[in-house]
């Protein structure tokens, strides 16, 4: 047995001591005067006494039963001590086979946690009752005609005994301390004597017609103190009514119909007592569970978002306060795409990186894990949100080690496709100068056949044709580079190029500006790219100065949202602007008004920019300088792009 | 070394060995055009593969080829000891590595894309280069086909034979009669082929390049 009170040996010789005083005295209060109340007692409190010693000690404690019966039989009941024995050994056998039933078949909850431990106990103490008040029937003397009567009655004494004393016993013993009454708990035992003096005291010539009254005190108490409560108050009534009678002569039959109307009351407060405690205890734990999940939430490293299902922020736990910079209050409500944009919440789960926009509206780099919780009336997404900065860090501190490394290579990536454009083209070149000396050749000697000399000028055209294939390839090449968009600020995007180009600027005397609003919306594009467009302008505005030795010499670059789909940066300079002749064929390859330009660095910069979905152009007044002017798309561009 | 005495050599081929279809097809077809017989092979393995070393000519190869380069093969064929010069040709030349490939013994370095007749004249520069090579190669192994069949006593003989040792000094170095020397000699002689001391110290010379 796993709960077992009564265990300690100590305790087990104090249990029988104390068991057989109590065994003794209760007899004792069965024992009415035969001649006011000839049909015996109302109730048989030791069927009790001895389901709950029982249950709570094991059968081991089946002898004691019968010792205590022999011992009250004999020195209380004056009965023969076989009778006695006799009435002991079927209490014993019949409470004991109740119990071993109850604790191994059903798994009782000795401490009567659920109303179904309660509903239990009562079913299988009323058939062991009946089958105990069968065993007695031979013991008592009663005429033929009553004995359907008196069995009943000694049934109804049986179950009234248990659910009167078990339960009690079962919640009070098992106690670990005695608790300290109080007040209000005077008031409720007040409360049942009232009651019990209207109907005895006050109306005893009304009998117990007032007795119901009962069940307004046993139904507080039951309510107020559950299960433990409710067995008290019912030990309590059933002592006062014993009191009552004892005092107030009752006609026999009313005795028995007092007996029933107490039963009924006792069970339903003893049920309603067993449906509150179980109520109690699970409320209980719901409450421990909720608390136990808010102290791990709220002590989580990570932040922690509820999302409802209309995408506002439910709640928030410290970390992600600090996470993202707003008090709980202020993001509640709030939709979770203000803080991490370009989620899609139709897709769960998602796990991911991205980034949080702060309140500051600084950009923080963030793993993502988002799951979905189906509530009962509906859906809730929780989103985890670790701070990955601190990871994003290290990583470009080591970026930026290499790029210091890279970084003059980086500056001339348009030689080095030149160069590669140029050796790729190169072979076809010599291909086409060898099929066209070769033809030119055989045609002097004049004795070669003329289709070889066809042949060889059919080879050198198609030669030729390659050379504009290397051309269109590398453009679509450029175009459809390994682009690795992301969300970015356009601050962020410039500070970079402007990095790289300060030094060139502040060594030719160049004002750099900037111009950039600071409520645009993020781009998404590849910042490495665009980088390098910037770098290819804001070099070229600054040739343009330079060349021409212009008076005023400043580039603006500047930046604007078009629409909520693009934004367009604008790098203006004081130079020349460009000459007529070549405006229209800028962005080709190979054209070039520098002396020593390849031509490549606006061909690959209009590339880069197309490559996004952008456009470039360029505007200019000759005299006053070249402004060229390029998008780019928002992160929350809805257009179709092809990377 | 000018002189043609030596038989007349086979008719020179010309090896191309670039990955560019086109850049092969239309070399061969310049040289077709200029009478010299070339032909192609689109990787420097396949060339090692299938050429045909035993007839004298020149080989063109592309700098930057998938698998083993045009300098590389440059370095296989001079530690193969094949006498065939190396023009090594390019897409996209610069200086560094011109002089390297001339220091390493390439014949001539071009750029593509190429003048035609300044192609034509270094392909028949490097053929006659290699010409030469070739009789060189030629007299070589014929030297080293005749020492083979030398006694060792021969061979200590004829070492010091052509270090200059009159037969009376070769005697007392080697511990035998000054007639005996004299029988070794005249052995020596008409087993390698030599008309007088003359062809027997260009044939030691010949013996002395280094067989790998």
């Not at chain 1, 410039?494 to 609003?517: F, G, R, S």
């Not at chain 2, 052995?187 to 030599?194: D, F, P, Q």
Request: charged letters at 20%; aromatic letters at 6%; hydrophobic letters at 50%.
């Amino acid at each position: 047995m796993k709960y077992s009170p009564l265990a300690p040996y100590s305790r087990r010789v104090a249990v029988a001591i104390g068991y057989t005083a109590l065994h003794v005295g209760l007899v004792s209060t069965t024992l009415l005067d035969p001649v006011i109340y000839p049909s015996g007692p109302p109730w048989n409190p030791v069927t009790g006494l001895v389901l709950a010693l029982l249950l709570l000690g094991g059968v081991g404690y089946a002898p004691l039963v019968v010792a205590a019966a022999a011992v009250a039989g004999f020195a209380v009941r004056n009965l023969g001590l076989g009778i006695a024995l006799f009435d002991g050994l079927a209490m014993a056998t019949i409470y004991g086979g109740a119990t071993r039933f109850l604790v191994q078949r059903l798994h009782l909850d000795l401490r009567l946690t659920r109303l179904q431990d309660s509903l239990l106990l009562l079913a299988v103490g009323t058939i062991a009752a009946g089958l105990h008040a069968a065993v007695m029937m031979p013991l008592s003397h009663v005429a033929e005609a009553d004995l359907v009567t008196h069995y009943l009655r000694l049934w109804a004494g049986d179950i009234l005994g248990i659910v009167v004393i078990t339960p009690f016993l079962m919640l009070h013993i098992g106690a670990e301390r005695l608790p300290r009454p109080n007040l209000l708990n005077l008031v409720e035992a007040a409360s049942i004597a009232f009651v019990l003096w209207i109907d005895f005291g006050l109306h005893a010539s009304e009998k117990f017609r007032f007795f119901y009254l009962l069940i307004m005190p046993l139904v507080w108490i039951a309510v107020r103190h559950g299960l433990k409560g409710a067995s008290a108050a019912i030990v309590l009534a059933q002592l006062g009514l014993l009191v009552a009678v004892e005092v107030v002569p009752f006609p026999d039959h009313s005795l028995t119909l007092l007996q029933l109307i107490m039963l009924t009351l006792s069970v339903t407060t003893l049920l309603l007592g067993s449906a509150m405690s179980e109520r109690r205890i699970s409320r209980a734990a719901l409450k421990d569970s909720e608390t136990r999940l808010n102290a791990i939430v709220s002590m989580a490293p990570d932040g922690v978002l509820t999302i409802d299902d209309t995408g506002a922020v439910e709640s928030v736990n410290p970390a992600g306060e600090a996470l993202l910079g707003f008090a709980a209050e202020e993001l509640k409500g709030r939709h979770f795409a203000d803080v991490l944009p370009g989620l899609d919440l139709a897709t769960l789960p998602f796990r991911g990186e991205a980034n949080a926009v702060r309140r500051d509206r600084a950009l923080l780099p963030v793993e993502i894990a988002i799951g979905a919780a189906d509530l009962s009336d509906r859906r809730l997404a929780v989103a985890v949100v670790r701070d990955i900065s601190q990871r994003k860090a290290t990583e470009a501190r080591l970026w930026q080690h290499h790029a210091v490394l890279a970084n003059a290579a980086r500056l001339s990536v348009s030689e080095k496709l030149a160069t590669a454009l140029a050796h790729q083209l190169n072979q076809p070149l010599a291909a086409v100068i060898g099929y066209t000396r070769a033809a030119e050749r055989l045609l002097k000697k004049g004795s070669e056949p003329m289709q070889n000399i066809v042949d060889a000028m059919d080879k050198a055209v198609a030669q030729t044709t390659r050379c504009g294939e290397i051309i269109r390839r590398t453009r679509e090449f450029l175009s459809s580079g390994d682009l690795q968009p992301a969300p970015i600020f356009v601050l962020d995007l410039v500070q970079e190029a402007m990095h790289l180009a300060t030094p060139q600027y502040t060594a030719n005397d160049v004002t750099l500006q900037l111009a950039i609003p600071t409520d645009l919306p993020l781009v998404e594009v590849d910042p490495l790219q665009v980088e390098q467009v910037l770098v290819n302008l804001l070099n070229n505005a600054l040739d343009a100065i330079v060349m021409a030795a212009s008076p005023r010499r400043e580039v603006l670059l500047s930046a604007a949202a078009l629409d909520r789909n693009w934004v367009e940066i604008t790098v203006r300079d004081s130079g020349p602007g460009i000459a007529r002749g070549i405006a229209d064929r800028l962005f080709t390859a190979f054209t070039t008004s520098k002396t020593n330009g390849m031509g490549m660095g606006l061909f690959i910069a209009k590339s880069i920019v197309e490559a996004h979905g952008g456009t470039m152009r360029v505007e200019s007044n000759p005299g006053e300088g070249a402004a060229f002017c390029f998008t780019l798309p928002t992160a929350t561009n809805d257009h179709d792009q092809t990377y | 070394m000018t002189k043609r005495t030596e038989t007349k050599p086979t008719e020179p081929v010309v090896h191309i060995v670039d990955d560019d279809e086109a850049v092969r097809d239309s070399l061969r077809l310049l040289l077709y055009s200029v009478g010299i017989e070339a032909i192609t092979y689109v990787s420097a393995a396949d060339f090692l593969a299938r050429c045909d070393c035993a007839r004298p000519g020149c080989v063109i190869a592309d700098v930057r080829m998938p698998g083993m380069s045009g300098l590389d093969l440059q370095k296989e064929l001079l530690r193969r000891d094949v006498p065939l010069p190396v023009i090594i040709i390019t897409a996209h030349g610069d200086t560094p590595m011109a002089v390297g490939a001339l220091k390493a013994g390439a014949c001539d370095f071009i750029e593509k894309p190429y003048d035609d007749q300044f192609l034509i004249d270094s392909v028949s520069h490097a053929i006659d280069r290699g010409a030469r090579l070739w009789r060189d190669h030629e007299r070589i192994a014929k030297a080293r086909v005749d020492y083979e069949t030398l006694t060792a006593r021969e061979r200590e003989v004829m070492a010091l034979v052509v270090a200059g040792e009159s037969s009376k000094g070769i005697a007392g170095h080697l511990g035998i009669s000054p007639r005996t020397v004299e029988i070794h000699r005249a052995r020596i002689m008409e087993k390698v082929h030599a008309r007088g001391l003359a062809d027997l110290v260009r044939m030691a010379h010949l013996l002395e390049t280094p067989e790998e």
